[in-house]
Nanobody, 127 residues
Framework: QVQLVESGGGLVQAGGSLRLSCAASGRTFSRHGMGWFRQAPGKEREFVVA????????YYSDSVKGRFTISRDNAKNTMYLQMNSLKPEDTAVYYCAAANTLYSGSTLTNNWAYVYWGQGTQVTVSS
């Protein structure tokens, strides 16, 4: 069992930066691929970025590539999302998620690969 808690959301102007954190409980964090998803009002939850259990591979959606950076610290049971050059269209609730340990690689871009989800943190980017 993995419990996930996101933090670091808030209100920022366009062009600004935020750093989200996802703190995990439990002793299996390092075995899970991890991802960030987001959901804007009236839209479906969408994939943002993912990282394999050992940080060897990362996967980014085209909409955030070059602006967002995912990382993790398995010793601290924590994952991070550094978001730079934020745009109003990045406004959403951001969720961190832990994947089924059977899944890795590019399957981490699919929400069906994830079994544990956080409650989400709001990110609002003003124009």
């Amino acid at each position: 069992q993995v419990q996930l808690v996101e933090s670091g959301g808030g209100l920022v102007q366009a062009g600004g930066s935020l750093r989200l954190s996802c703190a995990a409980s439990g002793r299996t964090f390092s075995r899970h691929g991890m991802g960030w998803f987001r959901q804007a009002p009236g839209k479906e939850r969408e994939f943002v970025v993912a990282i394999t259990w050992n940080s060897d591979n990362t996967y980014y959606s085209d909409s955030v590539k070059g602006r967002f950076t995912i990382s993790r610290d398995n010793a601290k049971n924590t994952m991070y999302l550094q978001m730079n050059s934020l745009k109003p269209e990045d406004t959403a609730v951001y969720y961190c998620a832990a994947a089924n340990t059977l899944y890795s690689g590019s399957t981490l871009t699919n929400n069906w690969a994830y079994v544990y989800w956080g409650q989400g943190t709001q990110v609002t980017v003003s124009s």
